[in-house]
């Protein structure tokens, strides 16, 4: 047979129950943690509730915190509630733009350029001349294009909106003429273009004959070129600000609703002495629940670094030794409750009916009459001496020699020699998974073999 495992398993559910039975050590640690957790907080808010300058010190920090609440919260609000609208403006802005909706990769360009002329002449010879009215008459025009009153009616005659129909028209000065006007048209169709571009020219007669009125006298010639489709770099810039000008407006409102959920309240603490009591009571139990816990926690690492025999199935699982049985210590007593809890985490504390029968037929399973047993084990000389002596009375056949620790009795190795087999006795608490590992080379060393084990549970 192998005795030999790679490593100790743990039971998580006994470790669990066998801290939970303990309930003495736990309990004692939560009452201990409970008054002193409970005993200084209470005592500190009952300073506080007899100290009036600390009371009035806490007030004025609670209405201080308070005024802090009340102000962040209404700016997170506001921010809020504008950010909301402006995200919704931004929305539906993008949305009915035809400046938004174009495809900057295949724009349609339509292109209207004026040509404005003067009598203006340079005369020769002259120290003084006569001012050049031809950029104050370019400047007119281009007030003129821009005019909303020009822009609306031509907006109601392609179905737009105004303020959509300006982002499509563009009035620029070419920087190496002062004569030339450009005013360029931009939109998803050559032919939608080409219209505004009619419309646009259509007016120039009328804008000529106000901008003559306010400026002066002036010949205006017009040319209208179609560029057709291009890519406008420009269009993808302006295209992309605004898309992330939504999504700014979004982020900030999101963020803006978590901070207004996680702000919270500041608590006027009770600083009376009915509120210190409550403080020692609330804190108490805080403390008991966290002193329990603690102690289980602990008593479950000492139970999982020890290497002492748990129970009888951790010390099967972990030696490979063959449990013949578990007995109860009929030295020890519990309680109702520390019964139910042993009970769950794989412990005995009584013997069940005819346990004993069932370990002596064990026995007689593995072995032939007139055998001679030893005895031995880690449990204490008196256990040792009632299992033989049970052993013996059950199986008169058989010859059962008690003897003490292998490990520890030199009369015991002796006695190994002269027998046919070993019967260990081992007790949870007492023996150990590596004592029980050195037993079993003892035997092993003296050709002999172990039928198993009795476990004493405690």
């Known amino acids: 047979m192998n005795y030999e495992t790679n490593e100790d398993t743990i039971d998580l559910k006994s470790m669990l129950f066998s801290a939970l039975y303990q309930w003495k050590k736990w309990l004692l640690a939560a009452v201990i943690v409970a008054l002193l957790l409970g005993g200084y907080k209470g005592m500190s808010s009952w300073s506080i509730a007899t100290d009036k300058t600390a009371q009035d010190e806490l007030k004025q920090t609670y209405e201080d915190a308070l005024a802090s609440y009340e102000s962040t919260k209404a700016i997170l609000q506001e921010t809020i509630e504008t950010g909301s609208k402006a995200m919704k403006d931004q929305e539906k802005y993008l949305k009915n733009s035809v400046l938004m909706r174009l495809d900057y990769r295949n724009v349609y360009v339509s292109t209207i350029s004026l040509y404005v002329f003067t009598d203006y002449k340079i005369q020769p010879g002259m120290t003084y001349q006569d001012p050049d009215t031809t950029p104050l008459v370019v400047a007119a025009y281009e007030t ?8 609306q009616n031509i907006a109601a005659q392609v179905n737009m909106e105004t303020r959509f129909l300006q982002e499509l028209i563009t009035v620029s000065k070419p920087e190496e003429t002062s004569g030339v006007l450009r005013v360029t048209v931009m939109h998803e169709s050559g032919e939608k273009a080409a219209k505004i571009t009619e419309l646009l020219t259509a007016r120039l007669n009328d804008v000529q004959q106000s901008v003559a009125q306010s400026v002066g006298p002036h010949t205006l010639k017009t040319a209208v070129s179609a560029a057709g489709a291009t890519v406008s770099t420009t269009l993808a810039t302006r295209q992309d600000t605004e898309n992330k000008l939504f999504t700014q407006y979004k982020e900030n409102v999101s963020k803006a ?26 804190w108490g139990v805080v403390g008991f629940v966290a002193g329990a816990v603690l102690a289980v926690l602990v008593l479950c690492i000492v139970y999982a670094l020890s290497d002492a025999m748990h129970s009888a199935d951790s010390l099967e699982s972990n030696t490979g030794v063959r449990c013949l ?5 009929e030295n020890r007593k519990y309680g109702r409750l520390t019964r139910w809890l042993r009970r769950l985490a794989g412990h005995v504390s009584e013997n069940a009916p005819g346990a004993e029968e069932l370990i002596a037929a064990r026995v007689a399973q593995y072995c032939k009459p007139n055998t001679t047993w030893l005895v031995s084990g880690e449990a204490d000389n008196a256990q040792l001496d009632a299992q033989t002596r049970q052993l013996q009375e059950l199986l008169p056949e058989q ?5 003490g620790s292998l490990l520890r009795d030199a009369a015991a190795v002796r006695e190994l020699s002269a027998c046919d087999g070993v019967l260990l006795v081992e007790q949870c608490g007492r023996s150990t998974c590596a004592s029980v590992r050195r037993e079993l080379a003892e035997v092993s060393g003296a050709g002999k073999t172990v039928a198993g084990f009795i476990a004493i549970d405690r």
Do not use: H, N, R, Y
Request: with cysteine; glycine share 4%; proline share 2%.
């Open 325 to 329: 049985g578990v007995l109860a210590d």
């Open 144 to 151: 003129a294009l821009k005019d909303d009153a020009l822009i």
């Open 399 to 403: 010859k059962f020699v008690c003897a």
């Open 257 to 282: 609703k978590t901070e207004l959920d996680e702000l919270q309240k500041p608590v006027d603490t009770d600083i009376s002495k009915t509120g210190a009591i409550k403080s020692f009571v609330k």
